[in-house]
């Protein structure tokens, strides 16, 4: 299939090469001029605009950067290309698909990139022949390519069946699992996988303090929660994912409050864990005014 990567940063470049080395025909496309050069001299294809690139294509994967200016996303580099690419399908009679590789708050895709194609294309209303999707990336900085080549699963967010059809096409060499949903859920499950690591992150960082107060080997006690703990086991990784309920028990909430109030009288505050303890008293309250609800414990 002929591909074409608009922004051609970490994400971008190493969806086109993974892309290339599974067959494709891809040509790149970035702003910056010494991106395109690196990428001419190792051999790939690159196009002169955003409209050379989507011409020559039958796919366009938006590779845009969405930094964080002031706590609140700047769609403005992405947005800027939407509307180059709807300039470049201006009277176009077959079908294109675009997709979108960034990381954007739910509803971006259908609220903001789909209007501003559409716009710029002048697409009328009962058009067929533009599809898009939105499928995030999870590729770690410095193993961006092995981690494209080899995903733990596939999250295709599309608008209809045959936009999300042919994009499951594109990755049918990869052999992983693909998850197919609406727009809205596939932006928040990329936001959910980088709130989760923070979360664990940050979590782990508080034991680890704890440890240091307590005289507790943070190290050893780390190692040994893959082993115990439901959530990171193997068998049980599943394990309290389901969220709409309050954990209960004979362990959890005591031991919460117990450790909570232990650390308190050590000097030592955990406002992780104290959050944690909000949350589920929100949750329980909830199950009182919804006993519907089922408690997990």
Same mark, same amino acid.
């Given at each position: 299939m002929r591909i074409a990567i608009i922004a051609a940063g970490i994400v971008g470049k190493a969806t086109g090469v993974g892309l290339e080395k599974k067959g494709n025909d891809v040509v790149f496309y970035d702003i910056d001029t010494m991106k395109l050069a690196q990428l001419a001299h190792e051999g790939h294809e690159i196009a002169s605009s955003v409209r050379d690139a989507v011409k020559q294509s039958e796919v366009s994967m938006i590779c845009a950067p969405t930094p964080t200016v002031k706590g609140t996303v700047d769609l403005r580099p992405l947005l800027l290309i939407c509307a180059e690419v709807g300039r470049a399908l201006r009277g176009r009679k077959s079908y294109h698909l675009a997709v979108v590789r960034s990381t954007v708050p739910p509803g971006t895709t259908r609220g903001l990139v789909i209007p501003r194609i559409k716009e710029s294309a002048e697409l009328p209303s009962d058009s067929d022949v533009l599809g898009v999707c939105h499928n995030p990336e999870f590729l770690r900085e410095k193993f961006a390519l092995d981690d494209f080549l080899e995903p733990r699963a596939i999250v295709i967010g599309e608008t209809d069946v045959k936009a999300g059809t042919m994009l499951e096409s594109v990755y049918s060499s990869l052999k992983s699992p693909i998850i197919r949903c609406s727009l809205e859920t596939s932006e928040m499950i990329k936001y959910t996988a980088n709130l989760f690591n923070a979360?664990?992150?940050?979590?782990?960082?508080?034991?680890?303090?704890?440890?240091?107060?307590?005289?507790?080997?943070?190290?050893?006690?780390?190692?040994?929660?893959?082993?115990?703990?439901?959530?990171?086991?193997?068998?049980?990784?599943?394990?309290?994912?389901?969220?709409? %309920?309050?954990?209960?028990?004979?362990?959890?909430?005591?031991?919460?409050?117990?450790?909570? %109030?232990f650390m308190l009288s050590r000097g030592m505050d955990v406002p992780l864990l104290s959050a944690v303890r909000k949350v589920n008293q929100i949750m329980v309250q909830k199950e009182l005014e919804a006993p519907e609800l089922i408690v997990n414990g």
């Open positions: 979360t664990k992150i940050s979590f782990f960082n508080e034991i680890h303090d704890a440890c240091k107060v307590l005289g507790a080997e943070p190290e050893t006690v780390s190692r040994a929660m893959p082993l115990l703990a439901l959530g990171l086991r193997d068998d049980l990784k599943e394990w309290g994912l389901s969220g709409g %309920s309050p954990f209960g028990g004979m362990c959890l909430p005591k031991d919460l409050e117990a450790f909570i %109030s």
